[in-house]
């Protein structure tokens, strides 16, 4: 059994694609599919001018703006391997799905829009896979239009991103003059053949610099290439494995997600560079991605994902052993056993029965409000998997229904949206108001769609006078109860009963936390994580 696990693992590749808002990731995303024989055409993003929908982008705010706003999991087999894709939220005010995400994969491609070059978003969240050393492939997409330099770009992502890069592929011209890209590595042209939805067969493939088929078909820019490849072999540094798998260089190809061009190479550069399941951290040891014990944790919750039945899936990445059907195991954080019946995989919003998973798969197990975010299951051992983040929100409204009839529906419906880690929400100790808080304005938008499409409430969301929170330790009672006293008013609980401190501006917080150098301010918590009295 173990000797397969071993090579059941071996096979498992599973990442995330990040990026900038736009810069073409579910694209990218639906062409991978493609590639893999998931699908058999592509969807594009533009739901509004699209007849179709992204195969990612499920859900109805998505569809009506043409983003993604939740992380989408797709399985699917390629080249003899089971891939995981994880498409996460490209839009900031949803960065938490996506460092949530981010622990849950071994790997990342990054996805850089070649006329626009690092962006904002794209910094945050290289600084997360940075923690985990997460080994990062980049795609510099969009080619067919009028872009930027390639050598500048390269030099871009090296200073901004400070990780050192390692082309495969060189682009010939750009925009209208797009010919397609060598292949540093193989001494090859693959000549570029513009198509959107459908997969089209092999492009032709150019042996060498010297073709003469390479100078009769690009007479213009044969010497220009010869050039920029003699340049490029000689000023970077050629792909190191090793230095990728520390996550310290990044391979970088170049290519159009929307013209199915580059596609394939980062599915080859996957299976052959990506690693496969890596050992966890589970507080109290390491696991191994082999051991036969099953063992793993809960990164999402996802509500509503078929409104005909108010359902929701806990996205369970496995770290160990294998999942077989209605086997039983151990809820850590209550200490309860469950039956893990009518687990799925999924194909975006497509189920599927999941007969067997291995480290490295994600699952989806139905949940009825005893799964949350964080959450460990294992086949008894006390394991606790670390390291998924709250972030204290920067954001605060108050929430009540224009109907106060309907005030227990909007509590039922916020209390599974905090489940999901769609929103936060806190309760004040003096006056038990309930505020929601948010990472991002667009949060408490698709907040506020998702409580009158699913829920059925019409709900008004004043500005709650709050810039932002801190979760609180304590030395003692004596100094919490000194504190409660002094600050009540600046006081609440968040879902889990941790106290939390309101600050109505940062000159406030900088003041409290001055004066009271004895207490804890946190910024982040770990989702799940009670904060003691005590101060860690």
């Known amino acids: 059994m173990a000797a397969d696990i071993a090579r059941d693992v071996a096979r498992r590749r599973t990442f995330a694609i990040i990026s900038h808002?736009?810069?073409?990731?579910?694209?990218?995303?639906?062409?991978?599919?493609?590639?893999?024989?998931?699908?058999?055409?592509?969807?594009?993003?533009?739901?509004?001018?699209?007849?179709?929908?992204?195969?990612?982008?499920?859900?109805?705010?998505?569809?009506?703006?043409?983003?993604?706003?939740?992380?989408?999991?797709?399985?699917f087999e390629y080249d003899g391997h089971t891939i995981n894709l994880l498409d996460t939220p490209g839009h900031q005010d949803f960065s938490e799905d996506t460092y949530r995400v981010l622990t849950a994969v071994d790997a990342a491609v990054m996805v850089i829009d070649?006329?626009?070059?690092?962006?904002?978003?794209?910094?945050?969240?290289?600084?997360?896979?940075?923690?985990?050393?997460?080994?990062?492939?980049?795609?510099?997409?969009k080619m067919d239009r009028e872009v930027r330099e390639p050598v500048a770009l390269l030099e871009e992502i090296e200073s901004v991103l400070k990780i050192?890069?390692?082309?495969?592929?060189?682009?010939?011209?750009?925009?209208?003059?797009?010919?397609?890209v060598f292949d540093l590595r193989r001494d090859r042209l693959l000549r570029f053949a513009p198509g959107e939805e459908r997969r089209h067969e092999a492009s032709e493939l150019i042996a060498g610099l010297d073709s003469p088929r390479l100078a009769e078909l690009f007479p213009g820019e044969v010497g220009s290439l010869r050039h920029d490849v003699d340049l490029i072999r000689g000023a970077?540094?050629?792909?190191?494995?090793?230095?990728?798998?520390?996550?310290?260089?990044?391979?970088?190809?170049?290519?159009?997600?929307?013209?199915?061009?580059?596609?394939?190479?980062?599915?080859?550069?996957?299976?052959?560079?990506?690693?496969?399941?890596?050992?966890?951290?589970?507080?109290?040891?390491?696991?191994?991605?082999?051991?036969?014990?099953?063992?793993?944790?809960?990164?999402?919750?996802?509500?509503?994902?078929?409104?005909?039945?108010?359902?929701?899936?806990?996205?369970?990445?496995?770290?160990?052993g294998r999942y077989a059907p209605a086997m039983k195991a151990q809820h850590q954080r209550s200490g309860r056993e469950i039956k893990l019946g009518n687990v799925m995989t999924f194909m975006a919003n497509e189920r599927v029965q999941s007969q067997d998973a291995v480290a490295g798969?994600?699952?989806?197990?139905?949940?009825?409000?005893?799964?949350?975010?964080?959450?460990?299951?294992?086949?008894?051992?006390?394991?606790?998997?670390?390291?998924?983040?709250?972030?204290?929100?920067?954001?605060?409204?108050?929430?009540?229904?224009?109907?106060?009839?309907?005030?227990?529906?909007?509590?039922?419906?916020?209390?599974?949206?905090?489940?999901?880690?769609?929103?936060?929400?806190?309760?004040?100790?003096?006056?038990?108001?309930?505020?929601?808080?948010?990472?991002?304005?667009?949060?408490?938008?698709?907040?506020?769609?998702?409580?009158?499409?699913?829920?059925?409430?019409?709900?008004?969301?004043?500005?709650?006078?709050?810039?932002?929170?801190?979760?609180?330790?304590?030395?003692?009672?004596?100094?919490?109860?000194?504190?409660?006293?002094?600050?009540?008013a600046s006081l609440a609980t968040d879902v889990d009963g941790n106290p939390v401190y309101l600050a109505p501006n940062r000159f406030n917080l900088q003041v409290a936390i001055e004066r009271w150098p004895q207490v804890g301010f946190h910024a982040t918590r770990e989702h799940g994580q009670r904060m003691a009295h005590t101060a860690a």
């Not at 062409?31 to 179709?52: D, Y």
Request: glycine letters at 8%.
């Open 21 to 75: 808002p736009d810069a073409g990731k579910t694209t990218l995303t639906e062409k991978l599919l493609l590639f893999g024989g998931a699908i058999q055409m592509a969807g594009t993003v533009k739901a509004r001018k699209s007849a179709r929908h992204a195969t990612s982008d499920w859900m109805e705010v998505e569809k009506q703006r043409g983003i993604s706003v939740t992380s989408s999991v797709m399985q």
């Open 114 to 141: 070649a006329a626009k070059g690092v962006e904002a978003q794209t910094i945050k969240l290289l600084e997360v896979c940075r923690l985990r050393a997460t080994p990062i492939i980049t795609f510099v997409n």
């Open 164 to 180: 050192d890069c390692a082309p495969i592929t060189w682009p010939i011209g750009m925009g209208k003059s797009f010919r397609g």
């Open 236 to 320: 970077s540094a050629p792909f190191d494995l090793q230095q990728f798998l520390a996550g310290r260089q990044s391979p970088v190809f170049f290519g159009s997600g929307i013209n199915n061009f580059g596609v394939q190479e980062i599915l080859n550069a996957l299976i052959e560079w990506a690693p496969p399941p890596q050992p966890r951290d589970g507080g109290t040891r390491m696991v191994q991605p082999t051991e036969t014990a099953f063992s793993g944790f809960v990164f999402k919750i996802q509500a509503n994902m078929d409104p005909k039945h108010r359902d929701r899936i806990a996205f369970f990445r496995v770290c160990s």
């Open 361 to 488: 798969d994600i699952i989806g197990i139905h949940n009825h409000g005893q799964l949350q975010i964080g959450d460990t299951l294992t086949e008894g051992e006390a394991l606790g998997f670390l390291g998924i983040p709250y972030f204290a929100p920067e954001l605060f409204r108050v929430a009540r229904p224009r109907d106060p009839f309907k005030a227990k529906q909007l509590q039922k419906g916020l209390q599974q949206l905090v489940e999901e880690g769609a929103i936060q929400v806190f309760e004040t100790m003096v006056g038990n108001t309930l505020l929601l808080g948010a990472v991002g304005q667009l949060q408490f938008e698709v907040v506020a769609a998702r409580l009158a499409s699913e829920y059925k409430v019409d709900a008004v969301y004043d500005d709650a006078g709050i810039a932002t929170a801190r979760w609180l330790t304590y030395p003692d009672d004596r100094v919490r109860r000194d504190f409660e006293r002094d600050r009540a």
